[in-house]
């Protein structure tokens, strides 16, 4: 009855609260101060969540400890890894090498149960949460197989002589790549925003899109959102994609179009620069760093090796010598980028269809937004923890994006910082960071709707956790879950 009645105080505490901020003996709940007088016996000091990753590779071990706040909230103390080199549960469905075995793949997570054992003390394992979450890859499968896979996975871990671990209804489950962004917003706002009265909007950028997930202050009736359900809770998250916002597909799309712009008289004529490739054509570019020149091979369209019928009827493909002599310029190529950026299908309609994101929400900038803006922001003299986020404004982005179009010749601009960061690049990177800081830039502008003065977080961890890890936000669910499964009893 105590345990039910500590969990039911977790309701009154701040509306979005995701964590407890510290393990205390008090909460401050609508503007009085409510006091828990808790035995210690009662509540654990330390709540662990086994999460096996299942991605298309292997089965990746993420070992979480929380401690739990008097209202039942957990605390992120800490988390292990382990990777053990085996085959991924992909490899067991798939007709190659060998017959599917979907008894073998649920077998191949004993290893990771023992030594999730060993991590953790005897005394707590019927405790202990473990939940699993494949890659959505497995639907790559035909039917049955991906869901006879997950029925036999389910059936495996309810053994008690295979798992000594507490098990929730939907232990095994296939997690889709929509649902990821969702769970590392859970996480990072667990970790950056534990009382919950300051929201951590989430932008990460992948190989094929951007995506952003965050608490909104307008009314969601207008717009489509896809809250997210942790325990009895339904947080009214807004998550959508922009479709085509990375920059490797950006960067490419805009190098063709230069060179679609030039005539072959143009191409032919005088604009031509022998190399150790040969002869190529030179395409001037106002998105690479000025007096600077860079060799590029353009690859074939997908659509075009597709033959879709939406293939660009010119696509040039081969070796080019890209210059932004006497012509690079912030400006001109933050045109150009909007321009690329406008013509992408669904794209207008997509940015429409987003709301403001709060002034009052700290934004994080993910994934491949981290290793463009790492370099270029900070000095190799810089304290580079790797387990701090560093902050900049989006006004700071746009002047090193200048900066960098100018290349060699900031040189002088007494900037120490850009002069620091630009020296450290790689050589052949320097030329092309004009592009990549241009393109963040216009994304977070005309894509999400940030003004220059708008301060960002980015970096590759954060207390130890990688911020593009779903993992921790699983863990959270997890734990909020067996919540409301316990004030049912």
Not at 21 to 48: C, H, I, M, R, W
Not at 148 to 175: C, G, Y
Not at 421 to 444: F, G, M
Not at 454 to 471: A, I, N, P, Y
Request: glycine share 6%; hydrophobic share 40%.
């Amino acid at each position: 009855m105590l345990t039910r009645l500590l969990l039911a105080s977790a309701s009154f505490l701040a509306a979005w609260q995701l964590c407890g901020a510290d393990v205390v003996d008090q909460q401050f709940v609508g503007g009085e101060q409510q006091v828990f007088n808790v035995p210690e016996s009662v509540l654990p000091t330390t709540k662990y969540v086994v999460v096996l990753d299942a991605s298309s590779m292997n089965t990746r071990l993420h070992l979480y400890d929380f401690a739990i706040s008097p209202s039942g909230l957990p605390n992120y103390k800490s988390k292990k890894f382990f990777r053990p080199n085996d085959a991924g549960l992909y490899s067991y469905i798939s007709s190659w090498p060998g017959p599917r075995n979907v008894t073998a793949g649920a077998e191949s997570l004993r290893p990771l149960i023992e030594h999730a054992k060993k991590l953790i003390p005897a005394e707590v394992h019927p405790e202990t949460l473990l939940v699993l979450r494949a890659s959505e890859i497995l639907h790559a499968h035909p039917a049955p197989w991906p869901q006879r896979l997950m029925q036999t996975i389910h059936s495996w871990l309810n053994k008690t002589e295979n798992v000594p671990f507490k098990l929730l209804s939907d232990v095994a489950q296939i997690i889709e790549r929509s649902d990821h962004l969702a769970y590392v917003w859970a996480g990072m706002n667990c970790v950056l925003n534990p009382e919950g009265n300051r929201d951590v909007a989430v932008i990460t950028m992948s190989r094929f899109d951007t995506q952003v997930a965050f608490l909104p202050q307008v009314e969601l009736s207008g717009y489509q959102a896809a809250p997210i359900q942790l325990g009895d809770k339904s947080y009214p998250l807004f998550r959508t994609s922009l479709p085509g916002t990375d920059t490797t597909r950006i960067t490419s799309q805009i190098l063709k179009s230069l060179v679609r712009n030039r005539t072959d008289e143009e191409l032919e004529q005088g604009h031509m620069l022998a190399s150790g490739n040969g002869v190529v054509p030179v395409v001037p570019n106002p998105c690479f760093a000025r007096h600077n020149e860079q060799y590029v091979t353009l690859e074939p369209d997908v659509k075009v090796l597709l033959k879709d019928e939406d293939a660009p009827a010119n696509d040039p493909v081969g070796p080019y010598i890209m210059s932004g002599k006497g012509l690079a310029e912030f400006e001109l190529c933050a045109e150009l980028v909007d321009e690329h950026m406008r013509r992408i299908p669904l794209f207008n309609e997509t940015k429409a269809a987003i709301p403001p994101i709060p002034e009052t929400s700290r934004v994080l900038l993910t994934g491949a937004f981290d290793a463009i803006l790492e370099p270029a922001l900070l000095s190799p003299e810089a304290s580079l923890d790797a387990s701090e986020l560093h902050v900049t404004t989006v006004r700071k982005i746009a002047d090193l994006a200048r900066l960098f179009c100018l290349g060699a010749a900031a040189r002088n601009s007494g900037y120490t910082q850009f002069l620091n960061a630009y020296n450290k690049l790689l050589e052949e990177r320097k030329p092309s960071w004009c592009l990549d800081l241009t393109i963040v830039h216009r994304i977070l502008v005309l894509g999400y709707g940030l003004d220059d003065s708008r301060e960002v977080m980015f970096g590759q961890k954060v207390k130890g956790l990688e911020t593009t890890d779903w993992t921790l936000g699983v863990a959270l669910k997890a734990i909020m879950d067996e919540r409301v499964e316990i004030l049912r009893e």
